[in-house]
T-cell receptor, first 112, second 115 residues
Framework: DQQVKQNSPSLSVQEGRISILNCDYT??????FLWYKKYPAEGPTFLISISSIKDKNEDGRFTVFLNKSAKHLSLHIVPSQPGDSAVYFC???????????FGAGTTVTVRA | DSGVTQTPKHLITATGQRVTLRCSPR?????VYWYQQSLDQGLQFLIQYYNGEERAKGNILERFSAQQFPDLHSELNLSSLELGDSALYFC??????????????FGPGTRLTVL
């Protein structure tokens, strides 16, 4: 049962423009959400996170928005750069839990 | 470089065989997690060890087992391999056993191909 879903397998965006990645979840117990970035032949790297007490968290060019009522979160990358081309995974966990539930990933390609 | 190492990088074997994947966590990290990523799937949590003890189990098959040694490195043993076990296997480590902001650092993965 896939509790975290990324319905867009790929996204192509022009350099300098905004990339918006979406993620939906079904488990209402999730209260901590993360985005990981993965380059080929490397493991996922933590990017940004948000807890359910917030609806926005910003770190440089990356902003994550959380809409708890819709069970939806999104990652905005502004402006997009060629080095942002990677696979982005959305993940979620419950409170003090150990286990991360991952989405299937979205492949972002930034065009020059 | 996350500081988490995994060996081997690639492994090709036949159905019915047994393999061992190895993971060394970041210095100071007590928790080790194992994840499986099959083709076009997200990472699936398999098992977690914390300071040598099994902390939690996810969707891990009975044919699979793991352990964490006193030096905190971990091994994932896969036996009676089937074609469907072909996947990327990631190890991650963290300082604590869970909780908010307990960031998990991932190794580069071991690609297992079962022929």
């Amino acid at each position: 049962d896939q509790q975290v879903k990324q319905n867009s397998p790929s996204l192509s965006v022009q350099e300098g423009r905004i990339s918006i990645l979406n993620c939906d979840y079904t488990n209402s117990m999730f209260d901590y959400f993360l985005w990981y970035k993965k380059y080929p032949a490397e493991g996922p790297t933590f990017l940004i996170s948000i807890s359910s007490i917030k609806d926005k968290n910003e770190d440089g060019r990356f902003t994550v928005f959380l809409n708890k009522s819709a069970k939806h979160l999104s990652l905005h990358i502004v402006p997009s750069q060629p080095g942002d081309s990677a696979v982005y995974f959305c993940a979620a966990s419950v409170g003090n839990d150990y286990k991360l539930s991952f989405g299937a990933g979205t492949t972002v390609t930034v065009r020059a | 470089d996350s500081g988490v190492t995994q060996t081997p990088k690639h492994l090709i074997t036949a159905t019915g065989q047994r393999v061992t994947l190895r993971c060394s966590p970041r210095s100071g990290d007590l928790s080790v997690y194992w994840y499986q990523q099959s083709l076009d799937q997200g990472l699936q949590f398999l098992i977690q060890y914390y300071n040598g003890e099994e902390r939690a189990k996810g969707n891990i098959l009975e044919r699979f087992s793991a352990q964490q040694f006193p030096d905190l490195h971990s091994e994932l043993n896969l036996s009676s391999l089937e074609l469907g076990d072909s996947a990327l296997y990631f190890c991650a480590s963290s300082v604590e056993g869970g909780g908010y902001y307990n960031e998990q650092f991932f190794g580069p993965g071991t690609r297992l191909t079962v022929l």
